[in-house]
């Protein structure tokens, strides 16, 4: 693959081979004059006051994305976006604009003939004709310019697929909008496509290891057993359908016990796994032992009491890994699929009652768990209004909130950290019972 430099190679090698193919032909003694190849934006090749001089100019007026290749290697990070799995070629496809100048009659239209035959006649870019392009002799090479000596390094002669050249049609419309566009008079000119360009980055990646063997092998054929097909609808490995939470709740918070339920998570060693992927956040939990309610082949169960320090409110993927007998008998380590489980805040000081101020105000301060976490933002929900905290008198399981012109009476209250609500609606009823707030009030006297 090549590199970010593979662009301005492109450029290079095309005009190198504009210029070889023009010296080769002795076009300069069938016009009379000496010819060059520029790669400018045409606003740019005929100075201001200037005579226009016989030359082609070869300009890069558009890059897209190429079709084929735009979707290889793709997703190139885990799921927790740290862990490089590929390094996704970027695959472009190069649009060129290749216009004739000249002041004199006829030789535009020559140098165009000429440069038009030449792309002709080699409509794929071979390595050799790269390579002599951007690897020139010592001798020249410490003459050119910084910018075209670091062209030998674009790796574009290394590139898996060849580049292509190849006349494209423009109307007379795109081809007027192109020439307006780049602000200049219109002159003899042919549009060309190079396809295709794969710049890759070279980091480190996962590579996993070859495969030893597809099972064990057949004393009798000494044949690998391969893959056992079993129909059926029931999972063959550990499996997690849902996460449960106490009093049928949406998110779990610091004290109460979440039950994984699955398939086949009966077995030995049996560990709920957390990840928080902001704070980098793992955590080994042990599986509680099983009972009534959580039979050990369907529930895994685990307790986030004690873990006000250790858990931050947020989002977390969690898995339970465990061992269990393979379908050879052998005892191996499995880890299930992931699940999300939100943790949200519980405040543990409501409900409770605070006296205006004289200036009206009120001031409460609201005990929660788990601890806040540097980066992390708070805000109070008292009814529909959010209150900010202040800074002084904060800790880490308290915050101090002024509450301005504060309306008289019992208000439900919630506190948001980081758009993540503490519990305030009863869902531990059944119809026909309608639903209701919980009991974290405050009132305002």
Known sequence: MSTALAIAGVSAVLRDLLNDGLVNRNVSGVLGASVTVSVLAPDRVV????????QLNLFLYSVTPNTGWRNEALPSRDTAGRARLTNPPLALDLHYLLSAYSAADLHAEILL?????????????????????LNPSPATGATL??????????????QVELIKVTPQHLNTEEMSNL???????????????????????????????????????DEATGREAGIAVQPSLLPS????????????????????TVALQGSLLDGTQREAWLRNDRFDIVRMLPVLAAAADRPAATVAAFSLAGQEAALPVGVYRTSARLTRPDAQ???????????????????????????????????????????LRAGQRAVLVVGGTQVLPETAGATANSLVFVIPAAPLGVHPVRLRIDDIDSPIIDMDFEPPELPRFLDRTLEIT
């Open 47 to 54: 100075p201001v006051g200037g005579t226009e001089a016989s």
């Open 113 to 133: 003939g000429y440069a038009m035959q030449l792309l002709h006649e080699m409509p794929v870019l071979s390595r050799e004709a790269i390579r002599t392009a």
């Open 145 to 158: 310019p910084p910018a075209l000596r670091a062209l030998a390094d674009a790796g574009l002669a290394e």
């Open 179 to 217: 020439w307006t566009a780049t602000q200049s008079n219109l002159r003899p000119s042919m549009a060309y496509s190079a396809s295709v360009v794969l710049i890759q980055a070279q980091r480190p990646a996962r590579s996993p290891l070859p495969v030893l063997t597809r099972g064990p092998i």
């Open 237 to 256: 490995v550990p499996v997690l359908v849902q996460a449960v939470f106490p009093l049928r709740q949406p998110v779990a918070a610091i004290g109460d």
């Open 329 to 371: 008998g052998e005892d191996r380590l499995h880890e299930t699929n992931t699940l999300l489980l939100t943790l949200a805040p519980r405040i543990t000081n409501l409900p409770q009652s605070v006296a205006r101020a004289g200036n009206l105000s009120a001031t409460v301060t609201i005990q929660f768990t788990p601890d």
